[in-house]
């Protein structure tokens, strides 16, 4: 046996052709520790911005950085004083800070070695392709609709919702009956979103989004924004909030700069950024955060949506995949 392992060895990072397959060896479980076997991994934008972005470029004089935020699979071996888990229990491992970007070790790899505390079980109702998707988008829903405090009954205007996150959201505020207006530049996806939960869905594309979102709310405006594109989006976006509400900007779809118009700052309409770092640092929103999603998904509160399946000696194709628009669900690499 070997562990196959997708490693970035060229930067900057120029997606699939900065990255190889090579062989590592399996590792072994030290006291505290287990090992796990992955067998389902997410591809996720961020894995794609860490590699561009020359994120793991610290780690290239100890080793090459492994690709990839997330995942799940068994537990191949256990260290002394491990009392949680057992051999061929079904785990997610928390990889993103402490393992990803902290150390270089991600989950496109076929073995990992992480501490006992780091690790979540998977209920048996959930499958591997839910499970490889606990982290990322989840939890940072969870977060995020969690910061922005929406009342029961009020409104959420949400961006790129047919996204996955945005789908996600979606069904988060239905289960805590929040309101959602989310904006779509497609026809092809409204009916989908509201077979999920959706209130109400409005194609940028061809409708005027401040004006159907005062003609929903009787021209009151929305409590609260998640935008995940800003750009020129997010001046309408700000538009469509009430006076002194707040837009989270979350996302960079449309640029890294934001329109804002001084009329909605002169209605105290607050902008912030949300980050899922930041949130995870408040109190003890991780350790909530760690329980509840699971919880969620094991209910069918969330509901995560796959796509395509390759093999980890896939991982260009799936890349281009992955980058597909309208591709369908997360796309996932298998072992």
């Given at each position: 046996m070997s562990n196959r392992a997708v490693v970035q060895t060229g930067f900057p990072g120029e997606d699939e052709g900065s990255l190889e397959l090579v062989?590592?060896?399996?590792?072994?479980?030290?006291?505290g520790t287990v090992v796990i076997r992955l067998t389902t991994r997410s591809v996720n934008p961020n894995d794609l911005t860490?590699?561009?972005?020359?994120?793991?470029?610290?780690?290239?004089?100890?080793?090459?950085?492994?690709?990839?935020?997330?995942?799940?699979?068994?537990?191949?071996?256990?260290?002394?004083?491990?009392?949680?888990?057992?051999?061929?229990?079904?785990?997610?491992?928390?990889?993103?800070w402490k393992y990803y970007l902290g150390k270089g070790e991600g989950?496109?790899?076929?073995?990992?070695?992480?501490?006992e505390e780091d690790v979540v079980a998977v209920p048996s109702t959930v499958s591997d392709e839910s499970?490889?998707?606990?982290?990322?988008?989840?939890?940072?829903?969870?977060?995020?609709?969690?910061?922005?405090?929406?009342?029961?009954?009020?409104?959420?205007?949400?961006?790129?919702?047919?996204?996955?996150?945005?789908?996600?959201i979606i069904q988060l505020c239905k289960f805590w009956k929040i309101k959602t207006i989310n904006v779509v530049r497609r026809d092809d996806c409204i009916s989908e979103l509201k077979e999920i939960g959706a209130d109400e869905v409005i194609n940028s594309s061809v409708e005027?989004?401040?004006?159907?979102?005062?003609?929903?709310?009787?021209?009151?405006?929305?409590?609260?924004?998640?935008?995940?594109?800003?750009?020129?989006?997010?001046?309408?976006?700000?538009?469509?909030?009430?006076?002194?509400?707040?837009?989270?900007?979350?996302?960079?779809?449309?640029?890294?700069?934001?329109?804002?118009?001084?009329?909605?700052?002169?209605r105290n309409v607050e902008i912030k950024y949300y980050r899922l770092t930041r949130w995870l640092e408040k109190g003890n929103n991780k350790e909530k955060v760690m329980r509840d999603v699971m919880r969620y998904l094991e209910a069918g509160v969330l509901v995560p949506n796959f796509g395509k399946k390759f093999d980890l000696e896939d991982?260009?194709?799936?890349?281009?995949?992955?980058?597909?628009?309208?591709?369908?669900?997360?796309?996932?690499?298998?072992?």
């Open positions: 062989q590592r060896p399996i590792p072994r479980a030290s006291p860490n590699i561009r972005d020359n994120k793991l470029k610290s780690f290239q004089d100890e080793h090459h950085p492994v690709i990839g935020s997330e995942g799940c699979g068994r537990i191949f071996e256990v260290g002394k004083g491990v009392t949680k888990f057992k051999i061929d229990q079904r785990v997610v491992p928390v990889l993103y989950a496109w790899q076929d073995y990992i070695e992480v501490a499970a490889a998707q606990y982290l990322i988008n989840p939890w940072t829903a969870y977060g995020l609709v969690t910061e922005i405090d929406v009342p029961e009954g009020g409104y959420l205007l949400q961006t790129a919702a047919a996204s996955t996150i945005g789908r996600q005027d989004v401040v004006k159907r979102v005062k003609q929903i709310t009787n021209g009151a405006g929305v409590y609260a924004a998640a935008d995940a594109v800003g750009g020129v989006l997010t001046k309408d976006v700000a538009a469509s909030v009430q006076d002194g509400g707040k837009v989270f900007v979350y996302g960079t779809l449309g640029g890294w700069d934001i329109t804002v118009s001084k009329l909605d700052l002169i991982f260009r194709a799936a890349i281009c995949e992955s980058e597909r628009q309208a591709r369908g669900g997360k796309v996932l690499l298998v072992s």
